[in-house]
């Protein structure tokens, strides 16, 4: 039978917790349903131990050299490549994604945060400016103290490490609280992170469903939260920050649009399509699920997606010759499946997949819907699975109202040979997060999230490192003081 390490539930003060007060949390491996580790959930004791912890290191961490504080970010990346294997199979058993989407796509994009922030912690500066008579002020950029960070089960390492990176690397200590869902991965970070030579306390680790989140969230000494989940849980989570008047970042779901000129490369177009609707089984939130096709290019668009999808290996994860994977969750499952059940029922055509697969585990058929309209259920709300809607259009400016009439606005793509337009329509979409002639690439260095009721704040780029600052300004004056009387 499998079996998870680490199998304590939380990691304080630099150290493994293994506390069973909690209520239990079953870590099921969604390609069985088996279950591969039972957790717990922190008890108020063990939060508040949690948020102490961090609350006593922060401020000597501050104090350390910021080249210091990159140098400890930079040995935890060395430490998450050498251990790239390991970290990938536990992130596929936590997660049910195939390993050959883990090995590349988790603990590696992890270690490019680490690495990438470790490498900007020395470079952190503010500002000076000359004022008459010889005064000046200066704005430094000092650390917030205590940050929170919360989870969502898509990609449990990669959101741990791109939201402690910045946290740490600009001074900050962390206790960050994984999804209930996918409690492994976040923990092995804190282990690297200590191995790494983190001071104890700097990043913490606790466990627990929305009450805990919310227990964090609505303590006096948390400074800030970075968020990435639903919509909902962002309302809830962003009033319970401004209660506190703290600082938040949310990165929350979307329903994006993909739009495919009639002139684009079609089998670049079909690919990243498939990066945008397929990988991780269609569970990541800037999906491009509405595939807008200009007419003219549509039938063939559709009938190469549906060859290309016959090249689908669903099977054990574990299996490095498996390209697709189950879906998290049997919630997720359902949720998936009342998606596709209302997509046909309102109208929409099958071109392909539309059922659970007849396997054990919670694996969906990849699935394509046509004859798919602006008003349908399945355009306008987010599925987070592998569902690709294709809508049809006719003109540069209808599609760009089109994919511009959503409530969200995390991320969008264009596919057209015509690099003058790809600029003009993707800089019309309003969405934080573009890209022309590819989908779903987040490099380090390129500022990530959404606008809209995708939330505020981004992650990765300087701009994230920023978000964990906040500005002091000193007035220096070099002459007498003037006063009226
Ligand atoms: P979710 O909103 O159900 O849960 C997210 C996290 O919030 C979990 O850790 C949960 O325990 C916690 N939580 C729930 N209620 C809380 C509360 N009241 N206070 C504090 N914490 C609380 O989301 P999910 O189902 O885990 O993830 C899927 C969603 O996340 C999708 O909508 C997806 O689009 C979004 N997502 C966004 C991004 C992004 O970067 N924009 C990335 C991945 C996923």
Known sequence: MLRAQPTASHHIAGAYIDDSEGAPMACLYPATGDKVAELHEATPALIERALAAAQAAQPEWAATAPAERGRILARAAAIMRERNHDLSVLETLDTGKPLQETLVADAASGADALEYFGGLAAGLQGQMLRLAGGDFCYAER???????????????????????????AAGNAMVFKPSEVTPLGALTLAEILTEAGLPPGVFNVVQGAGAVGAALVNDARTAKVSLTGSVATGHKVYAAAAAGMKQATMELGGKSPLVVFADADLEDAVSGAILGNFYSSGQICSNGTRVFVERPLRGAFVARMVERLAGVVMGDPLDEATNFGPLVSERQLESVMGFIRKGEAEGATLACGGHRANRPGWFVEPTVFTDVTDEMTIAREEIFGPVLSVLDFDSEEEVIARANATPYGLAAGVFTADLARGHRVIGRIQAGTGWINTYNLTPAGMPFGGMKLSGFGRENAAVALESYTQLKSTYVATGPVEAPF
């Open 142 to 168: 000092v650390p917030l103290g205590v940050c929170v960070g919360i989870g969502a089960w898509n990609y449990p390492t990669q959101i741990a490490c791109w939201k402690a990176a910045p946290c740490l």
